[in-house]
């Protein structure tokens, strides 16, 4: 079992640019979280999905983040237009059914 | 909305010596993990524990669900157990994690 996979580790992106964060939960796992991590806010929840279906959108800026879940065996967060604010460690979850397992998390920078 | 408070926010400690971490939450949870986060690393997960006690190695997780309470308790500490401990439970009526602000432990040689 490889665990959460996420891709890529590590992204740099200039202001306005388009960032395309993937997620391959734990097999057999129905559900998959994304979460953001920074140093002044913590952890924060952004979107999740249950059996491929969006659950809750609650923590995701609506206006250039949107998640996707085409099978269940990868998840993507797209962000559009990259500010320097959305520089953060994304971080993706998958869990059978409540006890969540982490990946090791995209590092975003945004310049 | 749900909060989660951990206690204390930093604790220093001697190698060998046990630590006692502390997590308190607002309303009664159906579930509540502990988890480890290096530094610069991702969460690694420690201890599922909605109530009860719970062992794991040098770890003991004892949740007391009706006080909202939880501890871990961690014996003979390494300076390998140096980093963040979080404690987290699902939000109400949602399976997403409230996260408290975590204990930052320094183990020194």
């Known amino acids: 079992n490889a665990g959460v996979i996420q891709t890529p580790r590590h992204k740099v992106t200039g202001k306005g640019q388009e960032a395309t964060l993937w997620c391959e939960p734990i097999s057999g796992h129905s559900a998959v979280f994304w979460y953001r991590q920074t140093i002044v806010q913590g952890l924060e929840f952004l979107t999740y999905f249950r059996n491929q279906a969006p659950i809750d959108d609650s923590g995701m800026p609506k206006e250039r983040f949107s998640a996707q879940m085409p099978n269940q065996s990868h998840s993507t967060l797209k962000i559009q237009s990259t500010q320097p604010q959305d520089s953060a460690v994304y971080l993706c979850?998958?869990?059978?059914?409540?006890?969540?397992?982490f990946g090791p998390g995209t590092r975003l920078t945004v310049l | 909305g749900q909060q989660v408070q951990q206690s204390p926010a930093s604790l220093v400690l001697q190698e060998g010596e046990n630590a006692e971490l502390q997590c308190n939450f607002s309303?009664?949870?159906?579930?509540l993990q502990w988890f480890y986060q290096s530094p610069g690393g991702s969460l690694v997960s420690l201890l599922s524990n909605p109530s009860g006690t719970k062992h794991t190695g040098r770890l003991t997780s004892t949740t007391v669900t009706k006080e909202r309470r939880s501890s871990l308790h961690i014996s003979s500490s390494q300076t390998t157990d140096s980093g963040t401990y979080l404690c987290?439970?699902?939000?109400?009526?949602?399976?997403?994690?409230?996260f408290g602000s975590g204990t930052q432990l320094t183990v020194m040689p």
């Open positions: 309303s009664t949870a159906t579930q």
């Open positions: 979850a998958s869990s059978f059914p409540l006890e969540q397992y």
């Open positions: 987290a439970i699902p939000s109400s009526g949602s399976w997403q994690l409230i």
